[in-house]
T-cell receptor, first 109, second 112 residues
Framework: GQNIDQPTEMTATEGAIVQINCTYQ??????LFWYQQHAGEAPTFLSY??LDGLEEKGRFSSFLSRSKGYSYLLLKELQMKDSASYLC??????????WGAGTKLIIKP | IAGITQAPTSQILAAGRRMTLRCTQD?????MYWYRQDLGLGLRLIHY???????GKGEVPDGYSVSRANTDDFPLTLASAVPSQTSVYFC???????????FGPGTRLTVL
């Protein structure tokens, strides 16, 4: 079966760095996406990785290792507004997105 | 219209009633999707459409139907609502180059 695993909840301090991990087992791989979802709102696109390595976009970076079925989202200089759920999704061989259940990130002052 | 809109924002529905959730996009994306999101389960695909005139079943299609008469609109119909269909429903469309999906604001549906 297809499976995306990510931690249910994480807590971090304002100004710090946090890494949210995602492991996957899917039928085929056509890219991995990270989305941010604030409570009561829609998911919004953060990053897309299809090749191994690190993609940096401001305070956020995303890493992919296809051989390990592993990705992480790195958030630096955490701000209170970063409190949200972070969703990992993999595009399978049918070009459908398979979604993880999301990681709720709590930022403390 | 900018992006994707959904209507209604929220709805309380009696079990057995018929309900159509509306979704419209103005980005000329070919592909559109309907998801439901329940606490602890993540997003689950109900139905999708790769292009106008075609539709397909996702992971949880039972009790739902869709149509795609044109590029912009992708309504989702619950023929006879049941309490287990209480959920938040998101419509999305995707860019055909990377497959990145963009989401509407969601419809919160409660079936009593």
């Amino acid at each position: 079966g297809q499976n995306i695993d990510q931690p249910t909840e994480m807590t971090a301090t304002e100004g710090a760095i946090v890494q949210i991990n995602c492991t996957y087992q899917t039928s085929g791989f056509n890219g991995l996406f990270w989305y941010q979802q604030h409570a009561g709102e829609a998911p919004t696109f953060l990053s897309y990785n299809v090749l191994d390595g690190l993609e940096e976009k401001g305070r956020f970076s995303s890493f992919l290792s296809r051989s390990k079925g592993y990705s992480y989202l790195l958030l630096k200089e955490l701000q209170m507004k970063d409190s949200a759920s972070y969703l990992c999704a993999v595009m399978d061989s049918n070009y459908q997105l398979i979604w993880g259940a999301g990681t709720k990130l709590i930022i403390k002052p | 219209i900018a992006g994707i809109t959904q209507a209604p924002t929220s709805q309380i529905l009696a079990a057995g009633r018929r309900m159509t959730l509306r979704c419209t996009q103005d980005m000329r994306h070919n592909a559109m999707y309907w998801y439901r999101q329940d606490l602890g389960l993540g997003l689950r695909l109900i139905h999708y459409s790769n292009t106008a005139g075609t539709t397909g079943k996702g992971e949880v299609p039972d009790g739902y139907s869709v149509s795609r008469a044109n590029t912009d609109d992708f309504p989702l119909t619950l023929a006879s609502a049941v309490p287990s269909q209480t959920s938040v429903y998101f419509c999305a469309s995707s860019d055909s180059t990377s497959g990145t999906q963009y989401f509407g604001p969601g419809t919160r549906l409660t079936v009593l």
